[in-house]
């Protein structure tokens, strides 16, 4: 993952939605067709800002996590903290952010799930205070 591991599926290069995350991430496609399939790889401390995968009918993302530590939360609830092998489902139109801990790599596969009118929304960053405060 950092350089020295072997990982699932190929880190990929500079995400290019970078201006939407606070530190280094890097995405590489699995597919585009059918149903979009990202793997995404985040440095120590990474993570996107809040979100909203926008869909008028259907819609939404799942996180395949595969490697490291990391963390997923919804607006309004506590953070939950996410292992290889977790899976979470997140509903279109539900403000949420994820990424890594800060002391270590984390790694998941995003799925777009198929929608109508479907768009991500991009709001502000996780507000650093309660990053830092996260074990």
């Not at 890097?26 to 996107?48: A, D, H, Q, S, W």
Request: glycine content about 14%.
């Amino acid at each position: 993952m950092n350089g020295g591991e072997k990982t699932l599926f190929p880190r990929g290069d500079e995400n290019p939605f970078g201006e939407f995350f606070v530190g280094q991430s890097y995405l590489k496609m699995l597919t585009t067709e059918g149903v979009p399939i990202g793997n995404v790889t985040f440095e120590p401390g990474c993570r996107n800002h809040w979100h909203v995968h926008r869909a008028a009918e259907g819609g939404g993302q799942i996180l395949l996590c595969t490697s490291g530590r990391g963390w997923y939360q919804k607006w309004g609830e506590p953070a939950q903290e996410l292992h290889p092998g977790d899976v979470v489902v997140i509903p279109a139109n539900v403000k949420h952010w994820h990424g890594a801990a800060r002391d270590s790599w984390f790694v998941h596969l995003a799925v777009e799930v198929p929608g109508d009118g479907t768009t991500t929304e991009w709001l502000e960053p996780v507000d650093e205070n309660q990053y830092q405060r996260l074990p």
